[in-house]
C-alpha cells in the first residue's frame, strides 16, 4: 500500500530543542495509524472504483475445443529479475508499520515460498522513521527463497530520504529489489500530502545509477502510460509495474479517512480517476518490447491474469483478494491462491497454450 505524511520540510531540530529522532517517531506514530485506516478502507466495497474498468473486460479468448494438451503437464513457472517463479503471480504490495500488518505479512509470506510466488511489501518509509518497525515487513525467514520487493514512494526522494535510506531499506528486507512508488493523486488528495513532485525523474536516474538492485517503478492505481515508462526507462528503472486503473481507488481510500469536507469531495471527484490497466500495458508494450513489465490494478482472478500476459505482462500483480483472504485465515489464503492457479491453468488449458509465454499467440486474444 502507498501511504503519506504531512510535509517533511520541518528543519532537524524543533524550536522546542527535540532531536530530529522524536520528530521522526512522532511521523512514524501517525503513519502507523494511517497503515491501519488503508488496511480496514481497502477490505471495504467502498474503496473500489465503481464506473472506471480495468479495459480486461473488452478482451475474450479464442476457445480450443480440442487442445493439443494434458492438463498435468501445463508448466506455470517463469523468471522474473533473474529469479525463478513457480508461476508469473506477484503479492502485490500492500502493507507493513502495524501489528495486524505484521501477521498479514507472514501469512502472505508463507503462501509465497510455498507456491514460488513474488511478493512485495507496503511503503517502509515509517520503518526509516522508526527502525523498531522493520520486523513488521521482515519476511525472510519465513520466505527465504522469493522474489522479495522493498517499497517506498518516489516522492520520499524530495523529503530527505536519498541512496541510504533506500539501502536500509533492501538491507532490512533483505530484498532483491526496489519498488519506488509513484502515487501524485494520492498525494493530493490526503491532507498535507508530499506534492513537490519536482525534479525526481533525475533523483530516480541517479537512485538506479547508484542501488545495487533492480528498480521498479510503480503506479498505485492510476496507471503509467506509455510515454512516462519511455521516460522512466530512459532514467534506468529495471522494471515497471502498470498499476493501472480499475481496482482500489487510492483516491475513495483517501476520501473515506479524509478529515475535512474539502478533502472528501476531492477524493470522490478523482474516484475514478486513471488509466484503464490493459491500456497501460499495450501502451508500454507499444513503446518497449522487452522491459520487465508488471500488470497490477483491478486484477481479480485467474482469467484477468491470462489476459494481462496475452497483453504483454511478465507478471502479474494481486493485492485485495490476497489482503482478504489473509485477513479470514491462513486456509482462506490457501484456498484463494489455488483458485487463482486453477483458474489460470484452466485458460491455458481451454486456449492450448503449454506455458504462460504461450498465451501471447497472435490471434489468440481479441479485444
Not at 479468448?61 to 498435468?72: D, K
Not at 469531495?265 to 475514478?272: I, K, N, P, S
Request: net charge negative; proline share 4%; glycine share 8%.
Amino acid at each position: 500500500m502507498a501511504d503519506n505524511r504531512p510535509n517533511a520540510t520541518a528543519p532537524a531540530v524543533s524550536s522546542n530543542g527535540s532531536n530530529h529522532n522524536n520528530i521522526d517517531l512522532a511521523v512514524a506514530a501517525q503513519t502507523q495509524s494511517r497503515k491501519a485506516d488503508h488496511i480496514r478502507i481497502c477490505l471495504d466495497d467502498r474503496s473500489q472504483c465503481k464506473t472506471a474498468t480495468t479495459g480486461l473486460e473488452r478482451y475474450r479468448f479464442t476457445h480450443s475445443a480440442l487442445p493439443n494438451l494434458n492438463y498435468s503437464d501445463l508448466d506455470l513457472t517463469t523468471t522474473f529479475l533473474g529469479k525463478s517463479l513457480g508461476s508469473p503471480i506477484l503479492i502485490s504490495s500492500m502493507t507493513g508499520g502495524t501489528e495486524q500488518a505484521q501477521q498479514i505479512n507472514h501469512n502472505l509470506a508463507a503462501i509465497a515460498q510455498e507456491y514460488k510466488l513474488a511478493m512485495g511489501v507496503g511503503s517502509q518509509r515509517v520503518a526509516v522513521e522508526n527502525p523498531e518497525l522493520m520486523g513488521t515487513f521482515d519476511v525472510r525467514a519465513i520466505a527465504p527463497d522469493i522474489l522479495l520487493l522493498a517499497n517506498l514512494g518516489a516522492v520520499q526522494l524530495n523529503y530527505r530520504y536519498g541512496v541510504d535510506e533506500c539501502r536500509r531499506l533492501i538491507d532490512g528486507l533483505q530484498a532483491d529489489a526496489l519498488i519506488l512508488h509513484l502515487n501524485p493523486l494520492q498525494e493530493c488528495i490526503q491532507p498535507g500530502g508530499d506534492t513537490d513532485f519536482r525534479g525526481l525523474m533525475d533523483k530516480v536516474a541517479t537512485l538506479c545509477a547508484q542501488l545495487e538492485v533492480p528498480v521498479i517503478a510503480k503506479e498505485v492505481g492510476n496507471g503509467i502510460s506509455g510515454q512516462m515508462a519511455q521516460q522512466l526507462i530512459k532514467a534506468g528503472v529495471s522494471a515497471i509495474d502498470v498499476a493501472g486503473a480499475g481496482g482500489t481507488s487510492w483516491s475513495m481510500v483517501e476520501a473515506e479517512r479524509a478529515d475535512n469536507n474539502l478533502q472528501r469531495q476531492l477524493g470522490l471527484t478523482f474516484a475514478e480517476w486513471g488509466i484503464p490497466t490493459a491500456d497501460c500495458l499495450v501502451q508500454v508494450r507499444e513503446v518497449d518490447a522487452k522491459i520487465p513489465l508488471i500488470a497490477s490494478g483491478g486484477i481479480r482472478n485467474g482469467v484477468d491474469v491470462a489476459k494481462a500476459i496475452a497483453l504483454g505482462a511478465d507478471l502479474v500483480g494481486l493485492a485485495r483478494p490476497f489482503l482478504q483472504a489473509a485477513c479470514e485465515s491462513e486456509a482462506a489464503l490457501q484456498e484463494q491462491t489455488e483458485l487463482l492457479l486453477a483458474e489460470l491453468k484452466t485458460v491455458m488449458f481451454c486456449t492450448d497454450s503449454a506455458q504462460p509465454i504461450d498465451l501471447r499467440r497472435s490471434g489468440l486474444l481479441a479485444g
